[in-house]
């Protein structure tokens, strides 16, 4: 049997922790400026996942805690896939954040390493979009509803960085909240 092809994934396999994270949110009278660190586990499933026995998918499993570094209290927990189709060069991410919000964000790869030897991912998502979508519960669309969702990571080595933003419909405006760290693999 030949071994499973996580393709630009491969590089996520492993613990990471960081104390670099910068997250921009929004706040009734303005926005709030959190300096965190964090640790995010990817673990390879190791077997294929079959989606209608016509798409064979490999997919890691992640888990992200953050932590303020101002009180060291957790403020995101997130946990979800990263999944690579080899066939269709298809990357897609899922997440579940325990507010009531979850994605299915997609984007394309060719499953190579930049010429310096980076991985760059990058997958979107947006409210009401048939294919790369955002589900929330009644409360989060009512008061704090996310309308659209990126994200761009960077893989060198054991050098983990990304960029996130997402827009808000919240406290009556439209916020771009914005999260982006370096990590290292432990």
């Known amino acids: 049997m030949a071994e499973l092809d996580y393709g630009p994934l491969t590089q996520l396999i492993g613990t990471w922790e960081g104390d670099k994270g910068i997250d921009i949110a929004p706040e009734p009278d303005g926005e709030e400026n959190s300096p965190y660190f964090e640790k995010i586990v990817f673990s390879a499933l190791g077997e294929p996942v079959s989606n209608a026995e016509e798409q064979d998918i490999a997919a890691l499993h992640y888990h992200q805690r953050v932590y303020r570094k101002s009180n060291n209290k957790e403020f995101h927990n997130e946990t979800g896939y990263w999944m690579w189709d080899a066939a269709s060069g298809l990357i897609m991410h899922s997440l579940t954040i325990p507010r009531g919000l979850s ?3 997609g984007g394309h790869h060719d ?10 991912i990058e997958v979107k998502a947006q409210a009401n979009d048939s294919e790369w979508g ?23 080595g054991d050098e983990l960085s990304y960029y996130q933003a997402m ?3 919240i406290y ?5 909240h914005t999260d ?7």
Do not use: C
Not at 111 to 120: E, F, L, Q, S, Y
Not at 172 to 176: E, T
């Open 103 to 105: 994605l299915v964000a």
């Open 111 to 120: 499953g190579k390493a930049d010429v310096d030897g980076a991985v760059v």
């Open 134 to 156: 955002i589900v929330e519960s009644p409360f989060m669309r009512d008061k704090a509803s996310t309308r659209d969702y990126a994200q761009k990571l960077t893989i060198k």
């Open 167 to 169: 827009t808000l419909d």
């Open 172 to 176: 009556g405006r439209i916020f771009l």
């Open 180 to 186: 982006e760290s370096t990590l290292t693999r432990v």
